[in-house]
């Protein structure tokens, strides 16, 4: 099982990026993707996370109306679309998945939940 994250690099505050969660060797649907975030000196954390089969998506406040999480199912992929970026956004994102679906209606930004990490890609806000 593989997940791999790319779509990181440089832009300017105000600017955009979409990062990618590729999956492969998954059987099951029936789990969530977590995108999470550490920068320099910070511990890791969570941003958004989508409940793969169903849709149902969650937002960290920092990013809230920023940042949007989708999926797309035959390609077996989860993207970040994220918009006003700035230098504080600045980290590694990393992509993870959990090993079953914890809830019906609703996905957690624990790091605890996700058993499948990425390697993760490099985001830098920066003018």
């Known amino acids: 099982v593989q997940l791999v994250e790319s779509g990181g690099g440089l832009v300017q505050p105000g600017g955009s990026l979409r990062l990618s969660c590729a999956s492969s060797g998954f059987t099951s649907d029936n789990a969530d993707i977590g995108w999470f975030r550490q920068a320099p000196g910070k511990e890791r954390e969570g941003v958004s996370c989508?409940?793969?089969?169903?849709?149902?998506?969650n937002y960290a406040d920092s990013v809230k109306g920023r940042f949007t999480i989708s999926r797309d199912a035959a390609k077996k992929t989860v993207y970040l679309q994220m918009n006003s970026l700035k230098p504080e956004d600045t980290a590694v994102y990393y992509c993870?998945?959990?090993?079953?679906?914890?809830?019906?209606?609703?996905?957690?930004?624990?790091?605890?939940?996700?058993?499948?990490w990425g390697q993760g890609t490099q985001v830098t806000v920066s003018s």
């Open positions: 993870a998945r959990t090993s079953r679906l914890l809830w019906i209606n609703r996905c957690v930004l624990s790091q605890g939940d996700y058993a499948y």
């Open positions: 989508i409940i793969i089969s169903g849709g149902i998506t």
